[in-house]
């Protein structure tokens, strides 16, 4: 809590200075009023698009631009996307956010991509009157920063115990490992939500093994691991770190299931893992394989583009540029942040590629998750 605390009267003084900068440069005013904008909504997004989890942004790029091109295509409404790479930095956030309002000036805000930096730059948004929406900040007490900040992320609390009550059942789960990135916030709110999921499923954890972002030698946490012999491994890291932690335990004889959090959905933890990451178990409202012919359509049209299959980050950052399409329309202005935060909070029965969505009365996604499982390099559905 108090580094959460430092975290955001960092961003706001960090905040502070920028906006004077901003002024000093003779930026654009802040469009806050009741104007009627009929011009294109310039929406920012702030994602993680180079360094070790460049992954996750780089998805989420891909499915804003392949959103924004269908939308302006429709003609219902004309949206422009301006992009800053946070780097997976706070502070590179806090900038971020900082340029897009009071510089380019935009009407709303997409990111960041990570649940620390969007503590961290969240506050800047919401004390600015610009609505902000995470779609992959899954962290408990993210919306908690304030009336302006959205996500369709599925939180921790909502997909992780899905996937442990699944793996729990699956494989008679009796006692477990656990490890964490320790100087991560979203991590340390993962593990959080897996500690408790695993009492409230009445499994013993054997010992609780932690780490740092970036860390490459995981030896000694499962070696101790191994020697422990537990009936699984939970895991709450980003997959840079998950791969690794993945390689070093079949390498080392753990053959035991591992269940993940968010960090584990990506096709870059099966990519760096290789045969390694067969077995790997996570919840997320994303399925590509499901019977649903606008996730076909997404699927095939993302294919087209990229040449690859879409992730989880591509496909929640395809709805969420939808989302903001939806309540720009009914908003009726592409400049007016007030009325989009306002018509953003009211959006419910959308149906977007995840699935069924709507936001609670604390701008938390209502919707489900299926839990999945790494099989034959890709990801499956656990039955």
Sequence with gaps: MKKSLTKILTGMMIGTLLLTTAGCGGAAPATNSGSQGGGAAKIGVVAYMTGGGAAYGQSQKEGLDLAKDEINAQGKVKIDLVFEDSRGNNTEAINAVNKLINKDNVVGLIGPTLSGEMFAAGPIANQSGVPIMGTSTTAEGITDLGEYVFRNALPESSAVPQAVKKAVEKYNLKKVAVMYSSNNDWAVSGYKTMEKALKDNGVEIVTTETFADKDTDFSAQLTKISSLKPDAVMVSSLYQEAALVLKKAREIGITVPFVGTNGFNSPELIKIAGKAAEGAIVA???????????????VADYKAKYNKVPDQFAAQS???LYIYANALEKAGSSTDRK?????????????????????????NPLMNATVLIVKDGQFTELK
Excluded at 284 to 298: L, T, V
Excluded at 339 to 363: E, H, M, N, P
């Design 284 to 298: 997320s409202p994303w399925y590509p394989g499901k019977e649903n012919e606008k996730i076909k359509k997404f």
């Design 318 to 320: 395809y709805d969420a």
């Design 339 to 363: 009325k989009l935060r306002d018509s953003l909070a009211t959006i419910k029965d959308f149906q977007g590629v995840t699935g069924k969505f709507a936001f609670d009365d604390k701008r």
